[in-house]
């Protein structure tokens, strides 16, 4: 069973930078959509941002101005670049691919951590 494996979250500050990644643990043949979701605790996993292979970009309002989303399609990554980042901005960050057939692949997370 092929899992995504995200990583380069971690503890920063406000205003700080985190680039996150994610690749998938095994082959994924024609991911069409790559996306990052967010879970705070005790809230709704809600969508970050996606990105089609073609590079067509879609993102939360309030974070498309400090995130941008990007894939490498040669090596079946996704990276979430985070910019300026808030207290708010605190979760658990997942990734998510969806193939040709529409099947779903999901990571374990990875927290990112933004204190005041």
């Known amino acids: 069973q092929v899992q995504l494996v995200e990583s380069g979250g971690g503890l920063v500050q406000a205003g700080e930078s985190l680039r996150l990644s994610c690749a998938p643990s095994g082959s994924i043949s024609i991911i069409v959509t790559m996306a990052w979701y967010r879970q705070a605790p005790g809230k709704q996993r809600d969508l970050v941002a996606t990105?089609?292979?073609?590079?067509?970009?879609n993102y939360a309002d309030s974070m498309k101005d400090r995130f941008t989303i990007s894939r490498d399609n040669a090596k079946n990554m996704v990276y979430l670049q985070m910019n300026d980042l808030k207290p708010e901005d605190t979760a658990l960050y997942y990734c998510k691919m969806t193939d040709w057939r529409t099947k779903a692949y999901w990571g374990q997370g990875t927290q990112v951590t933004v204190s005041s």
């Open positions: 990105i089609t292979r073609g590079g067509v970009t």
